[in-house]
T-cell receptor
Framework: GENVEQHPSTLSVQEGDSAVIKCTYSDSASNYFPWYKQELGKRPQLIID???NVGEKKDQRIAVTLNKTAKHFSLHITETQPEDSAVYFC????????????WGAGTKLIIKP | DAGITQSPRHKVTETGTPVTLRCHQTENHRYMYWYRQDPGHGLRLIHY???????DKGEVSDGYSVSRSKTEDFLLTLESATSSQTSVYFCATRQGQETQYFGPGTRLLVL
């Protein structure tokens, strides 16, 4: 079945710098890749997603890139701000998993003032 | 937040007692999920439902059962709670091939 690996587990960046979180997946049939942000004590919330027919998607300071050949996708956050501090989860799904999300382990992003 | 509520939001119980958590959605989504979240383990799927009375096990289903008698409600039952089931429990829903939306979570402490 599908397996998703996420790195790094913790990422500390200076406010204003960029942050990149990477995920790899194993099932080439996966075609949907969402990213969730979970603030302390809150529920995971979708921040951006990408489907396999697209290589990149942007939404203001957040972007996701997908490399289907290498089977990895990345979250890019530019001009980081204190409110970006959270745990970020990647996930993958496709017909082989009946569109159930297979989750990465999460990355704790710390924004240093 | 896709109209998902969970009850109770917080619960303290004793080892050996039964506990039922409720997830209620107003979006008429077909799929519903129960996850648990523990430090160092991310989100782990307990059980899921793909329709009324249609449920299946996830990766950590031992000690848990579920029921779905109506589209809008998905119940998670701990038949005899243990301290290892202390966790934060999230319900989620999905429609078709779209993404999952999460409820606010239930914090369960088993003493």
């Amino acid at each position: 079945g599908e397996n998703v690996e996420q790195h790094p587990s913790t990422l500390s960046v200076q406010e204003g710098d960029s942050a990149v979180i990477k995920c790899t997946y194993s099932d080439s049939a996966s075609n949907y890749f969402p990213w969730y942000k979970q603030e302390l004590g809150k529920r995971p919330q979708l921040i951006i997603d990408i489907r396999s027919n697209v290589g990149e998607k942007k939404d203001q300071r957040i972007a996701v890139t997908l490399n289907k050949t290498a089977k990895h996708f990345s979250l890019h956050i530019t001009e980081t701000q204190p409110e970006d501090s959270a745990v970020y989860f990647c996930a993958a799904s496709g017909v082989d998993s009946n569109y159930q999300l297979i989750w990465g382990a999460g990355t704790k992003l710390i924004i240093k003032p | 937040d896709a109209g998902i509520t969970q009850s109770p939001r917080h619960k303290v119980t004793e080892t050996g007692t039964p506990v039922t958590l409720r997830c209620h959605q107003t979006e008429n989504h077909r799929y519903m999920y129960w996850y648990r979240q523990d430090p160092g383990h991310g989100l782990r799927l307990i059980h899921y439902s793909y329709g009324v009375k249609d449920t299946d096990k996830g990766e950590v289903s031992d000690g848990y059962s579920v029921s779905r008698s109506k589209t809008e409600d998905f119940l998670l039952t701990l038949e005899s709670a243990t301290s290892s089931q202390t966790s934060v429990y999230f319900c989620a829903t999905r429609q078709g091939q779209e993404t999952q939306y999460f409820g606010p979570g239930t914090r369960l402490l088993v003493l």
